[in-house]
């Protein structure tokens, strides 16, 4: 230590960094590459340098300047440096066989003790010490001397995050340092100001006509989104911390109109975004267009995040999240691949309005209908069902089902309680009651496979192995049931807790997902987040009991929880491994096995253009009140009826006086489904149709009830006298499904 303290306050001399950091810059390449521990190059004099900056910056009155200029030579040798991967990775790709004929694979690999050096040098310590020195010299953010200490810093940490294994250095930037808060002051100084301030060139690494916010989101968009990550609910809503509510929403358009900027009109060059296995294809060539393309990815992740936490509780109105320029133009391209508005579907769906991602997610399952249009038509799959066994006799028969298959109509004849073949023809409209009776039979927490949340949501049944010896393939099964209701476009009420419709987009879910299962263990985890004594001395240990129908069995956190005991040090991780046990671990068999079920109908990319939220309401539609005005518009008629005939008068006055349950019940009786089409009832096919029964208005054809054919979306509605006689009739149709003719 005592040759290394000589070194950074004298052989380190203030000026010979100064200057080293305007010598290195773009001639990095003239050192030699460190290929043995006889040539030493780039790697060597970054190991070493990093050794004594620890020591200079832990010094009291360590110069701003030379915390610059120390970020300066870190920033420029640590480009030169291939990345340097962590343990995860590198076994993940040791598992991959690699082409030894191609020249693009070979790669420099630096010696592992210079690798070990850098790793060690660039630190949480050497970050805190260094981003405090630079922000410690600011005085008000905005000026010259903020501009220069932000450069400086988010230049190292831009390479840094490219370099260095990340998991090594986010938490101390998120929670030991000022940088998400200064950050956010330039930047919304910046935004406010309609000027952003552009870095110094030796500093940032990019052409001084690159936009001024590139390099700020680079680095700002990674580091929150990781504090978002262990945020709890009440620090952001409640406390709003670290970031004011009234931040967010204007952080929200930032994004929303860099990212728009990045995507749509001034995209990067088609080449920026392949994936190659050189970093120089991509940073050192071009490094303007690598760093376009890593914050379009950065910040279309946080702002993916922040509509989740949007979600959860809303603090913006949603639109906020949506591009000013989404026309007809773009979604008419959106469909095609290849295209950029596509791409931008791919990347930042949010950024186009629900009711239009609804209609591209129709185009995609309307396309996929027409090529296998021969084969549904003529294949049709004809099942037997008794309405006693409808899930028994489901499960039987569609799990025999091909993907194929699946994707062909589906007919229904019900068998009832007396072994009778009910009366009907399907042409539709049985099979949309099949669907939703048999979804309310399987997802009915009786039967075992699913639980429910305290707010009545569905997820599946930890314990469901317990009830079910097949439990594994009845979710299979479950899966593909749910994916062809969306397939056909028929809506169910089944209302799915958050966190496992997370598991339809392969998304794990954290701690801030947790009150949805288990409000009272989220608050017992809060506690121990914020507990000022000495947690060791509650006698927590990093073990979980878990309880199923009566049967208790304890699982370890860690390899050897049962002897590790939580204290502040650890309490994080372990309020961590909890959620996760309980979010993610407990469920995965039975999520996988849905998935798999489900994907073999609606493929992964359909999916990825709807968040949770929007997913619920692909899957049941919208829990507001029937659109009485909008199905009248469109309505057609038939049998002598008009839009103006008096009995039609009476029939939409009586409707609009239904409350919302008998209304969805109408609803059902005349379309087979209690919810109509999502984008409204325009797109009802048929659309829906008045037709009059009995050929006169004699009192026997007036005591007639209304019937309805399903599969046409059609009532036969007599020309009832009066009000009241009108009321009195469809009351009792809906109510007893009587006249309920589904063919």
């Known amino acids: 230590m005592d040759v290394l303290q000589v070194f950074s306050t004298q052989g380190l001399s203030q000026h010979y960094i100064h200057q080293m950091s305007l010598c290195l810059q773009n001639h990095t390449n003239l050192l030699p590459s460190d290929i043995s521990a006889e040539y030493p190059g780039y790697a060597c004099?970054?190991?070493?340098?990093?050794?004594?900056?620890?020591?200079?910056?832990?010094?009291?009155?360590?110069?701003?300047?030379?915390?610059?200029?120390?970020?300066?030579?870190?920033?420029?040798?640590?480009?030169a440096l291939p990345p340097i991967k962590s343990s995860s990775q590198k076994a993940k790709e040791a598992m991959i066989e690699e082409d030894a004929d191609s020249a693009d694979d070979i790669q420099i690999v630096l010696d592992k003790d210079l690798e070990r050096q850098i790793i060690t040098g660039i630190d949480s310590r050497f970050l805190l010490q260094l981003i405090n020195v630079l922000f410690g010299g600011i005085s008000a953010v905005g000026d010259d001397r903020s501009v220069v200490a932000i450069g400086a810093a988010c230049a190292l940490l831009h390479v840094t995050f490219n370099t260095l294994p990340l998991e090594r250095v986010m938490t101390v930037l998120a929670y030991r340092t000022e940088l998400v808060r200064v950050l956010w002051e330039f930047m919304k100084n910046c935004h406010d100001n309609k000027r952003w301030?552009?870095?110094?060139?030796?500093?940032?690494?990019?052409?001084?006509?690159?936009?001024?916010?590139?390099?700020?989101?680079?680095?700002?968009?990674?580091?929150?989104?990781?504090?978002?990550?262990?945020?709890?609910?009440?620090?952001?809503?409640?406390?709003?911390?670290?970031?004011?509510?009234?931040?967010?929403?204007?952080?929200?358009?930032?994004?929303?109109?860099?990212?728009?900027?990045?995507?749509w009109l001034n995209p990067t060059a088609p080449n920026a975004s392949a994936k190659t296995t050189s970093r120089e294809n991509t940073s050192k060539q071009n490094p303007n267009e690598s760093i376009k393309h890593r914050v379009s990815i950065v910040a279309s992740e946080l702002l993916s995040q922040l509509q989740d936490w949007n979600n959860r509780r809303?603090?913006?109105?949603?639109?906020?999240?949506?591009?000013?320029?989404?026309?007809?133009?773009?979604?008419?391209?959106?469909?095609?691949?290849?295209?950029?508005?596509?791409?931008?579907?791919?990347?930042?769906?949010?950024?186009?309005?629900?009711?239009?991602?609804?209609?591209?997610?129709?185009?995609?399952?309307?396309?996929?209908?027409?090529r296998h249009g021969p084969h549904g038509v003529f294949a049709r799959n004809r099942f037997t069902i008794r309405r006693d066994r409808i899930l028994e006799d489901a499960y039987n028969q569609m799990s025999a089902l091909s993907e194929e298959d699946l994707r062909g109509l589906i007919r229904v004849t019900f068998v009832n309680e007396l072994g009778v073949e009910e009366a009907g023809i399907d042409g539709g409209g049985i099979f949309k009651d099949f669907m939703e009776n048999i979804t309310r039979a399987a997802f009915d927490v009786q039967y075992g496979l699913f639980k429910e949340t305290v707010d009545h949501l569905l997820y599946p049944n930890p314990g469901s192995g317990l009830i079910h010896e097949q439990?594994?393939?009845?979710?299979?099964?479950?899966?593909?049931?749910?994916?062809?209701?969306?397939?056909?476009?028929?809506?169910?009420?089944?209302?799915?807790?958050?966190?496992?419709?997370?598991?339809?987009?392969?998304?794990?879910?954290?701690?801030?997902?947790?009150?949805?299962?288990?409000?009272?263990?989220?608050?017992?985890?809060?506690?121990?987040?914020?507990?000022?004594?000495?947690?060791?001395?509650?006698e927590l240990y990093f073990v979980i009991v878990n309880n199923e129908y009566g049967e208790q069995t304890e699982e370890e956190l860690l390899p050897g929880g049962r002897n590790l005991r939580v204290t502040n040090e650890n309490v994080i991780t372990f309020i961590h491994l909890v959620s996760n046990h309980r979010l993610n671990f407990q469920i995965r068999q039975q999520s996988s096995h849905f998935l798999r079920g489900f994907q073999q109908l609606i493929q992964k990319d359909w999916i990825d253009m709807f968040n949770e939220h929007e997913l619920q309401l692909l899957i049941s539609g919208s829990l507001e009140s029937l659109?009485?005005?909008?199905?009248?518009?469109?309505?057609?008629?038939?049998?002598?009826?008009?839009?103006?005939?008096?009995?039609?008068?009476?029939?939409?006055?009586?409707?609009?006086?239904?409350?919302?349950?008998?209304?969805?019940?109408?609803?059902?009786?005349?379309?087979?489904?209690?919810?109509?089409?999502?984008?409204?009832?325009?797109?009802?096919?048929?659309?829906?149709?008045?037709?009059?029964a009995a050929g006169n208005a004699s009192d026997e054809a007036l005591d007639r009830l209304p019937t309805s054919a399903t599969c046409m979306n059609l009532l036969k509605l007599p020309p009832y006298r009066s009000k009241e006689q009108m009321e009195a009739k469809l009351l009792y149709a809906i109510n007893a499904e009587a006249g309920f003719d589904l063919s």
């Open 45 to 79: 004099l970054l190991g070493n340098i990093l050794e004594a900056a620890g020591v200079t910056l832990s010094q009291p009155a360590c110069p701003f300047e030379m915390a610059v200029d120390l970020a300066a030579v870190s920033t420029f040798l640590l480009e």
């Open 197 to 263: 301030s552009s870095l110094p060139e030796h500093l940032s690494l990019l052409p001084g006509d690159s936009p001024g916010w590139l390099l700020p989101l680079a680095v700002f968009c990674p580091v929150y989104k990781h504090m978002l990550m262990i945020v709890d609910n009440e620090e952001f809503y409640e406390q709003e911390r670290p970031l004011s509510l009234r931040d967010i929403r204007s952080l929200i358009v930032i994004l929303r109109q860099a990212l728009w900027q990045l995507l």
């Open 314 to 370: 809303e603090f913006t109105p949603p639109s906020d999240f949506h591009a000013d320029g989404v026309d007809d133009f773009f979604i008419s391209q959106a469909v095609v691949d290849g295209t950029k508005a596509n791409e931008i579907m791919k990347l930042a769906p949010f950024l186009i309005p629900f009711t239009s991602r609804v209609k591209i997610f129709n185009s995609q399952l309307v396309a996929v209908k027409q």
């Open 471 to 538: 439990h594994l393939q009845f979710f299979h099964f479950l899966g593909c049931l749910l994916a062809k209701a969306m397939f056909e476009g028929v809506l169910v009420d089944i209302p799915f807790a958050t966190f496992f419709l997370s598991k339809l987009k392969q998304k794990f879910n954290y701690l801030n997902d947790l009150p949805s299962l288990d409000p009272e263990l989220y608050r017992h985890l809060i506690f121990l987040k914020h507990y000022q004594g000495d947690i060791a001395g509650l």
């Open 627 to 692: 659109d009485v005005d909008d199905l009248r518009i469109h309505t057609n008629y038939a049998g002598g009826y008009h839009k103006e005939h008096y009995v039609i008068d009476m029939f939409w006055d009586v409707i609009k006086g239904f409350s919302l349950e008998n209304q969805k019940k109408f609803l059902k009786f005349v379309t087979g489904c209690s919810r109509g089409p999502l984008l409204g009832f325009k797109y009802l096919e048929p659309l829906f149709c008045i037709q009059r």
